[in-house]
C-alpha cells in the first residue's frame, strides 16, 4: 500500500503548558490536581525556566507569548496549530496575529540557534521538554 506523501504536522500548546506564558518564574508550585504537578517540578522545571529566559532575552519588543505563536503560525513546516482558546479575545488576537504580525528573520534564525545549541544547557539536555 502506498500512503504517499499526506503528512501533516500539528501543534499543539503554544505557550508549552504555560512555560511560555510569561507567569511562570522559580517560585511557580502547581496545585496536585493540576497536570503539571507531577512534571513540571525541581530540577527539570528550572532547568526549562532558563530556556525561558534565555528566549526572553532575544524577544525584543515582542511578548514571550506572541514570539511563541508567531514562531509556529510562521513556520511553512507546521500545517496546523491547536491554540487552547478560552475567550473571544484569544480568538481576535490570533487573528489579529495571522493578518497583521510576523516576526522578523533574525529573530527566527537566533530561536533556531538557540535550540540547536541545547539553549547553552548542554549538561541538562535529559531535563528538556
Known amino acids: 500500500?502506498?500512503?504517499?506523501?499526506?503528512?501533516?504536522?500539528?501543534?499543539r500548546s503554544p505557550l508549552a503548558s504555560g512555560l511560555l506564558s510569561g507567569k511562570m518564574n522559580k517560585d511557580t508550585v502547581f496545585d496536585k490536581n493540576d497536570y503539571r504537578y507531577s512534571w513540571l517540578k525541581g530540577e527539570r522545571f528550572n532547568s526549562l525556566l532558563k530556556r525561558v529566559d534565555a528566549i526572553a532575552e532575544l524577544t525584543g519588543n515582542y511578548s514571550l507569548p506572541d514570539v511563541a505563536k508567531l514562531f509556529l503560525l510562521q513556520n511553512d513546516k507546521i500545517d496546523k496549530v491547536i491554540f487552547g482558546i478560552k475567550c473571544i479575545e484569544h480568538v481576535d488576537m490570533i487573528k489579529d496575529h495571522l493578518n497583521?504580525?510576523?516576526?522578523?528573520?533574525?529573530?527566527?534564525i537566533?530561536?533556531?540557534?538557540?535550540?540547536?545549541?541545547?539553549?547553552g544547557l548542554i549538561n541538562e539536555r535529559h531535563l528538556s521538554y
Not at 537566533?110 to 539553549?119: A, R, S
Request: net charge negative; no cysteine; charged share 20%.
Open 110 to 119: 537566533k530561536l533556531f540557534d538557540l535550540y540547536k545549541n541545547d539553549f
Open 1 to 11: 500500500i502506498n500512503y504517499g506523501q499526506n503528512n501533516t504536522l500539528i501543534a
Open 100 to 108: 497583521n504580525s510576523l516576526l522578523p528573520d533574525e529573530l527566527i
